[in-house]
C-alpha cells in the first residue's frame, strides 16, 4: 500500500501533496498531530508479519516512516476483522503504550524447513511508543484468541475468546 497525504485546506478540492511506498498494506490509521500510528500487515516481513509502524506527516509532500516493529509469526492475525480492527488496536497516550490483540504461528528458528516444528502464540502485543520511536515491549500471553485489550490502575486486562487474564506491565 501507499501512504497518500491530502491537502485539506480547501475541502471542496481536496489536493494529493504526497505519497510514500511501503511494503504490505495497512488495517488502521490514528493520527496524533504530525504522526500518525499505523497497525499493518507484511507476509513479508522477517520481524512478523503484523507490524506497527510511525510515520512523520509534517511535511505532507514528503511523508516518511520513521519507525516499524513486526511480531506474531509468519502466520500472524486478528481476532477481529477489518470492519471492528479499530476496537482492537488501542493507543494510550498517557502511557506511550501501543496495545495489540493477536494470535500467531511462528515456525522454530532452528529450522528453515517449511515444513518444519513450531508453536502457535496468541496475546497482547505491548509496544512503546514516542514521537520518534517504536519498540517491542512484550507480549502478554493468552488463553485462546485475544481479542482486546486495556489498561485499569497499572494492570493490563487482556480478554480473549475463552478468558480474561490480569497482568502487572511494571517491568
Known amino acids: 500500500d ?3 497525504t491530502l491537502d485539506l485546506s480547501d475541502p471542496a478540492h481536496p489536493v494529493q501533496t504526497g505519497e ?11 493520527p496524533r498531530g504530525d504522526r500518525i500510528v499505523a497497525l ?13 509502524s510511525l510515520f512523520d506527516v509534517a511535511d505532507l509532500a514528503a511523508p516518511s ?5 513486526g511480531f506474531g509469526g509468519s502466520w500472524a492475525d486478528f481476532g477481529e476483522d477489518q470492519n471492528r480492527i479499530h476496537k482492537a488496536f ?3 497516550d498517557e502511557l506511550g503504550l ?9 515456525y522454530d528458528e532452528a529450522d528453515d524447513d517449511a515444513w518444519s ?3 502457535y502464540t496468541s496475546g497482547v502485543q505491548l509496544v512503546d511508543w514516542t514521537d520518534d ?8 500471553p493468552s488463553h485462546g484468541r485475544a481479542r482486546r485489550a486495556l489498561v485499569h490502575r497499572d494492570r493490563l486486562l487482556a480478554m480473549s475468546d475463552k478468558a480474561v487474564a490480569a497482568f502487572d506491565i511494571t517491568d
Open 65 to 69: 516512516l520513521i519507525s516499524r516493529v
Open 117 to 119: 516444528c513450531g508453536h
Open 90 to 92: 488501542t493507543l494510550l
Open 98 to 106: 501501543v496495545l495489540v490483540p493477536f494470535s500467531g504461528w511462528q
Open 133 to 140: 520511536a517504536l519498540a517491542l515491549r512484550g507480549v502478554a
Open 20 to 30: 510514500l511506498e511501503i511494503p504490505g498494506w495497512i488495517y488502521h490509521l490514528e
Open 40 to 52: 499493518g500487515f507484511d507476509a513479508s516481513s522477517s520481524q512478523g508479519a503484523i507490524n506497527v
Open 2 to 4: 501507499p501512504l497518500f
